[in-house]
């Protein structure tokens, strides 16, 4: 029965019951329930939190109201309501497929499913054609909850949505951007993709939010900005064109950033209203990494002050996808919510062991400088003996490729300007191929190949004539004279050897102007990874040192990677570490937002 539950996370509200998950004296727990403030008297803090609950209710309400008005005729799901809760769905969620927060190129290509999500191979293989291309567990069916939003996007609200790691608020973004690129296909420039730092945005094939906006640091005030973007032609097109402005990662962005566009937008577009009018689509979960604090206080995005009037409707998604074991899901919302119970706290120490991975792929280690990540991974590639090591040099272009600009964005793409391979080299995939091979894949190269005697994967014809499959032994490269030799990679979860050949990245403007481009092998070294860079990848085998984690949020982003217990080793853990971040939020009432998540999905009623 249990292992049919379905891993929830998260509450829209602060309306939460304990008495199935009590939280023991000793726990980190600083916010009170609800459910004990009737019976005593209040302090300044709860009474704090009860106003704003209070207010939370009549928004929970009005957002109800739009979500009732949608027919539920419309939610593309077998188990469709017109119930204005959002109910979890009636069957169990499908197997979930390892993709990380990325918009690779080839995903723009896919024809339009409706309301699923494929990835799409682009990448040559050995799979002889005889083995069917399962094409299931590729398919992400859009959750109820995840609809629903996707929805009220094309109805053309303004909304935010958060949700804990892993319930697949980058899998919905991507649907979303998929969904409004269609429907506005026909207005150029109508759909900003941004994202508040530049990996974010290079993650989802956008721009940053202070390039899409034009104003360079942005350090100056609303009125001086918008003077500014007024000269620059381009700039100014861009906010006059726009209709929908996304921002992902919206947890790193400034408050007074997010006022200075909203006042910029009313005076660019001369409309009244915040942003002048653009519709809004925001996502990001505020308990993973803060804005960058340049000395002062932090100010997130929630606490501007046209947020509230900028932003009608806030969901938080419940639904985690990328745990399936609910007593993880649990361990990591108890973090999240810094409210680590006794036997948590002692889980989590257990899992400081040594995990032997016999198949000989160990796992990523996440550190918070790029330096140790860097050193990690160079001194196990010269662990490496007696294999011919093989430089892939990345192809970059671009508008403003050459100019410091372009060399900080091109710094951000997960490909590197230099790619060092060797066999036995253990690597990630960057780009998704198809269901089983997709970005945050894990491998190890086993020879190098020119790929002539490779077949296309998934077979270009079901029953054309077979092509000769490669069946070189791990280790044996072959060199044809004059030609590039790519790497195979065997991958650890399909144990497929797939010949891996150059893909290109770009960020682009949304006019279509290519900013910048890099055409390289998908592939990382894959034994050390940064934290920051691992934001929004779903990783099977984790290894974080918590000594080591000193920014707020980094320890909850690194942890809540893994996708089970079994894959996970945390090297001194502290449960202090993990409560920086949330104090920070508690203080600003965040999370009446987005509540308590268990693995039961409690909502707000
Ligand atoms: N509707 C769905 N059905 C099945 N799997 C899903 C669904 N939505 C997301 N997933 C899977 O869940 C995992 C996590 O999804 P995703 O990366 O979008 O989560 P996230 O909320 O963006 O996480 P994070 O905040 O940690 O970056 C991925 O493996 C993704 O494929």
């Given amino acids: 029965m249990s292992q049919q539950k379905q891993v929830m996370s998260g509450l829209r509200s602060i ?26 008297t209040l302090s ?22 739009v979500l009732a008005s949608y027919p539920s005729s419309q939610s593309g799901l077998s188990s469709s309501s017109s119930n204005s809760t959002l109910k979890r769905p009636a069957t169990t969620h499908p197997e979930p497929a390892n993709k990380r927060r990325q918009l690779p190129s080839s995903w723009n290509r896919d024809p339009p499913t409706a309301h699923t999500t494929q990835s799409r191979n682009t990448i040559g293989t050995v799979t002889p054609k005889t083995s069917s291309v399962p094409t299931k ?25 958060t949700g804990s790691a892993g319930t697949g608020k980058s899998v919905l973004l991507r649907e979303i951007i998929k969904t409004l690129k269609k429907r506005y296909s026909k207005v150029p420039d109508a759909i900003a993709v941004t994202a508040s730092t530049g990996i974010a945005a290079c993650n989802i094939g956008g721009v940053t939010i202070h390039s899409f906006a034009g104003i360079g640091l942005g350090i100056e005030d609303a009125e001086h900005l918008a003077t500014k973007v007024k000269k620059n032609k381009k700039a100014m097109a861009r906010w006059l064109r726009t209709k929908v402005l996304i921002i992902d990662e919206v947890s790193m962005v400034d408050g007074e950033l997010f006022d200075k566009l909203a006042r910029m937008g009313s005076f660019l577009r001369r409309h009244v209203e915040p942003f002048g009018g653009i519709q809004l689509v925001v996502t990001g979960d505020f308990f993973q990494l803060p804005p960058v604090n340049k000395g002062g206080q932090v100010k997130f995005a929630f606490e501007a002050e046209y947020w509230k009037q900028a932003i009608k409707n806030t969901f938080n998604l419940t639904q985690v996808f990328r745990q399936r074991d609910p007593e993880f899901v649990d361990m990591l919302n108890e973090m999240r919510f810094g409210r680590l119970t006794q036997k948590s706290i ?20 996440l550190f918070p400088r790029r330096e140790d990540v860097e050193n990690s991974n160079r001194l196990r590639m010269s662990g490496i003996q007696g294999s011919h090591e093989h430089i892939y040099t990345a192809s970059d272009g671009g508008v403003l490729y050459g100019t410091d600009q372009g060399t900080k964005m091109l710094a951000n793409f997960m490909a590197p300007q230099q790619l060092k391979l060797k066999v036995g080299a253990q690597v990630m995939l960057i780009k998704n191929m198809d269901e089983f091979h997709v970005n945050g894949s894990m491998g190890t190269v086993v020879q190098f190949s020119d790929g002539t005697d490779w077949t296309a994967y998934p077979p270009p014809e079901e029953d054309g004539p077979k092509k000769p499959t490669s069946k070189g032994p791990a280790g044996n490269e072959k060199k ?14 399909s144990r497929r050897r797939i010949l891996i050949q150059p893909e290109v990245w770009k960020v682009e403007l949304p006019n279509g102007e290519i900013q910048v481009s890099r055409t390289q092998v998908p592939l990382i070294l894959s034994w050390a990874m940064s934290i ?42 502290d449960p202090a570490k993990v409560r920086a971040l949330l104090s920070y939020i508690i203080s600003r009432s965040f999370i009446l937002f987005t509540g308590q998540g268990t693995s039961q999905g409690r909502r707000m009623e």
């Fill in 346 to 365: 002692m889980k989590f120490k257990r899992l400081e062991r040594e995990i032997d991975y016999e198949d000989g792929v160990s796992a990523t280690e």
């Fill in 44 to 65: 300044g803090m709860e009474k704090r939190l009860r106003d704003i609950q209070a207010a939370l209710d009549e928004r929970a309400a009005c957002t109800e109201k």
């Fill in 137 to 161: 567990p590729g398919l992400v069916a859009l959750s109820q909850e995840q609809t629903h939003i996707l929805r009220l996007v094309e109805q053309g609200n303004s909304v935010f949505y």
């Fill in 532 to 573: 920051h860079k691992s934001q929004g990848q779903t990783l099977e085998r984790v290894k974080v040192n918590l000594a080591k984690v000193f920014e707020k949020g980094q320890a909850y982003v690194a942890l809540s990677r893994a996708t089970s217990l079994e894959g996970l080793q945390v090297l001194h853990f």
């Fill in 15 to 40: 309306k939460r019951d304990f008495s199935s998950n009590p939280v023991p004296s000793s726990s980190q727990d600083s916010t009170p329930s609800s459910s004990q403030s009737g019976t005593r």
């Fill in 480 to 493: 044809p004279a004059g030609g590039m030799v790519w790497p195979v990679v065997e991958f650890l979860t």
